[in-house]
Every structure is written in structure tokens, then in C-alpha cells.
């Protein structure tokens, strides 16, 4: 199609050779501000983007909460921060610290939202002063067999949720993790249906294990560990503890989550860590602690609610947790 009018604002008439077809014009048009863009990505860099971004090894005052220290010892930094399930980066363990850098964490807001009195968005750095940071050093067992020993940084979720006041209707929470293509190359890949989404029930999240946590090593939280934010459930399976979230939800039903609606008979809502319930393609009894046990040492026994069930197991009263898997 060709551009309409071949007047000048001059009024003088433009020659039929210098009008110029409209998808050729805007292809040009297009060209040229891709150019543009990317000449000023190129002069300011990723800086540009990251501005008020605290640098990856920023320290993060936190108090330690004798409470909640396991004696184990913890994993190196180098281990936690480069063995990392973290699918929207990639789905082998080396892929989110190769690519995670492109996560831009500021600004970045949570918004606490659904079946409560006051919701609320956060900008994050809101967040952080909510309450006292506290460090917490945990165990963290993965679905996939191996386990690592975390210094966290955070406070309890409940202090989110009493701010919120949740109707009489929140029975769940539902956590969903940012989705953004441009910053994840691995939402390409459908392996998942993103966003990333995993859900707790209420008295779960209630409870002041769960951590809602912004930091580890008294450093901000690593992008490929979950950064700006993101949550610690760890009498659970890794996978329910949802990173780089950007939405708390307060639910009437059981929320949908990521890895259930991927493979229900294999992973479910609870997923609490339990050496008794094997996974339908492999015991659930021991594990490799990443760092300490090699691959031809023997492995060690998985606890029950990974070490945590004087603390919670009577959440569980009465439950058959192989059918709650
Ligand atoms: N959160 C999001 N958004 N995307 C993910 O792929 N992987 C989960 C969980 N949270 C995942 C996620 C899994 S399977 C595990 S074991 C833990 O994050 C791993 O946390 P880590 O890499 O900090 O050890």
C-alpha cells in the first residue's frame, strides 16, 4: 500500500519515485528505532536497567533467631548460588546463574491481594522494612533427591498475612512468580505453564517457619536463588517454595500449582518431605547433601518433615499423607 497523500507540507508535490510503500516505510521505522534502542542499551548498559538494583553481594543486616538455626553444616555460597532448579532461566542446575542476570529486581512490587480486608501492593523495598530481618539457617530437600543446608534471610509470611486480614473465606494461599519473556529466557520453553505458581494451606503459611525471604548469606538474595523475594517452606519439598514472586494470593479452594499441573500423580499439593512416600520413580528415603556426600558416597536418611515435624507435624493430625501426598 502506498502512503495517501504525495502532498509536502510545502505544497509542492512529491515525485512517484520518492513515495515509498507503507511496509517498507515502517520496516524502516522499525529498524531504526530497534537501532536506537539498542544504541542506548549499548550507552547505558545494563545499568540503565538496574539503577537502584542492590549489587548482587550487598550486605543485608539481619539478626540471627536462635529459634530456628539446624546444626548441619551449611553449604558453600558457591553451591547454593550455582546448583539452582530455577526453570524460567533454564531447566539444567548450571542454567539460572548463567542467565539469571537479565532479572531486573527494582522496581519490583508484590501485591498481596484476593480473599482479605486490606490488600495491598509493596514496592519492594517496603517490603524489606516491614519487619525485623531475621537469619535463619535451614535445610532445604529437594524433590529430586538432594538437600543443601541454607542461612536465609526474612520473617515470618505471617507477618504479611496479619497486615492483610484475611476474610473468613482464605482457606489458601496462592504465591505466583513473575512471568516476564523478556527477562526469562526460559519461558520459551512450555515445559511449564507459566507463571510459576505454588500454593499453601492457610494455617501452613500461618506458621512461623515460613520464611518469606529476601537474602542468604547476610547478602540480597542472588537473582538465580529467587531474588527480590521469594518463599522457604522447609519441611517441604524445594519446589513448593516459590521464587521471585510478585503476587500473594488469598484463596477460597485449593489453588492450581505449577508442578502438579505438570505431572499430579508424581508431585501434589502438599509434597511434604517424607522418606515413607516414594516419588512413583524413586525413593523418597535418603539424599546427597550437595558438597559433602560425592556421588559414590553412601547417601543419608531423609527426615521426616525434613527434620522439622516436632514443629509441625500436628498440622497433619489425622491425615493419610499418602493419599495428601
Ligand atoms: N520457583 C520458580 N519460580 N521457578 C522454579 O523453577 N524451582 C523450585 C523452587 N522454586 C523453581 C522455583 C525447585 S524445584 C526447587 S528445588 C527450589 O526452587 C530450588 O531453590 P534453589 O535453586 O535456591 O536451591
Request: charged share 25%; proline share 8%; net charge positive.
Amino acid at each position: 500500500m502506498l502512503i495517501k497523500s504525495s502532498a509536502r507540507l510545502d505544497g509542492s508535490d512529491i515525485p512517484a519515485s520518492e513515495i515509498t510503500p507503507r511496509g517498507v516505510f515502517e520496516r524502516r521505522r522499525q529498524l531504526l528505532l530497534a537501532a536506537g534502542a539498542s544504541a542506548a542499551g549499548l550507552a547505558f548498559g545494563r545499568r540503565a536497567f538496574a539503577a537502584n538494583e542492590p549489587a548482587d553481594s550487598a550486605k543485608l543486616a539481619a539478626t540471627p533467631n536462635p529459634k530456628f538455626q539446624v546444626t548441619d553444616k551449611p553449604t558453600s555460597l558457591k553451591d547454593i548460588t550455582s546448583y539452582n532448579n530455577f526453570y524460567e532461566f533454564g531447566t539444567d542446575k548450571g542454567d539460572p546463574v548463567q542467565n539469571a542476570h537479565s532479572l531486573q529486581t527494582r522496581p519490583w512490587t508484590v501485591s498481596v491481594e484476593g480473599e482479605v480486608h486490606n490488600p495491598k501492593t509493596y514496592a519492594i523495598d517496603d517490603l524489606l522494612k516491614l519487619a525485623p530481618l531475621e537469619e535463619r539457617t535451614y535445610r532445604l530437600r529437594c524433590v529430586e533427591g538432594w538437600s543443601m543446608v541454607i542461612p536465609w534471610t526474612g520473617f515470618s509470611l505471617a507477618e504479611i498475612i496479619k497486615r492483610a486480614q484475611p476474610t473468613g473465606n482464605a482457606k489458601y494461599v496462592q504465591f505466583i512468580s513473575l512471568a516476564d519473556p523478556k527477562q526469562m529466557p526460559g519461558l520459551s520453553s512450555n515445559i511449564l505453564d507459566w507463571p510459576y505458581s505454588e500454593g499453601l494451606r492457610m494455617d501452613e503459611a500461618m506458621h512461623p517457619l515460613t520464611l518469606l525471604t529476601v537474602g542468604l548469606y547476610g547478602q540480597v538474595l542472588p537473582k538465580q536463588d529467587g531474588a527480590p523475594v521469594r518463599i522457604i517452606v522447609p519441611w517441604k519439598y524445594g519446589f513448593k517454595s516459590a521464587k521471585s514472586i510478585v503476587k500473594i494470593r488469598f484463596v477460597e479452594k485449593e489453588p492450581p500449582t505449577s508442578w502438579n499441573k505438570y505431572a499430579p500423580n508424581e508431585y501434589g499439593f502438599y509434597s511434604n518431605v517424607n522418606p515413607q512416600v516414594d516419588h512413583p520413580r524413586w525413593s523418597q528415603a535418603t539424599e546427597r547433601r550437595i558438597g559433602d556426600d560425592g556421588f559414590f558416597s553412601p547417601k543419608r536418611p531423609t527426615l521426616m518433615f525434613n527434620g522439622y515435624g516436632d514443629q509441625v507435624a500436628s498440622l497433619y493430625q489425622g491425615m493419610d499423607l499418602k493419599k495428601f501426598y
